[in-house]
Nanobody
Framework: QVTLVESGGGLVQPGGSLRLSCEAS????????MDWYRQAPGNERELVAS?????????NYADSVKGRFTISRDNAKNTVYLQMNSLKPEDTAVYYC???????????WGQGTQVTVSS
């Protein structure tokens, strides 16, 4: 059984930081590109950041989070992280972890974790 379990969400004031984690089980983690998506109420789900399996590949970020968010992965722990700094109210959303196999059409989603940025 494949599971992706996100953690680290919560309520934070504008300008604050949070670190999201997503631990995967049931997959060969190192074979999957890992993504973070987010979805705010009334909006479509959008890609926030992505990190490939290739060590030479640079992570990709949405323009809205460049310079503030950092995605990283630890293949030994089957975990992907999203460090979020300088948070803004518009970052408020449910954040989802997504695993996408690099070679075949196979992907999985986590259940999501709520991030609320408010004073």
């Amino acid at each position: 059984q494949v599971t992706l379990v996100e953690s680290g969400g919560g309520l934070v004031q504008p300008g604050g930081s949070l670190r999201l984690s997503c631990e995967a089980s049931g997959i060969i983690f190192s074979h999957y590109r890992m993504d973070w998506y987010r979805q705010a109420p009334g909006n479509e789900r959008e890609l926030v950041a992505s990190i490939s399996i290739y060590s030479g590949g640079a992570p990709n970020y949405a323009d809205s989070v460049k310079g503030r968010f950092t995605i990283s992965r630890d293949n030994a722990k089957n975990t992907v992280y999203l460090q979020m700094n300088s948070l803004k109210p518009e970052d408020t959303a449910v954040y989802y972890c997504h695993a996408d196999h690099e070679l075949v059409s196979l992907d999985y989603w986590g259940q999501g974790t709520q991030v609320t940025v408010s004073s």
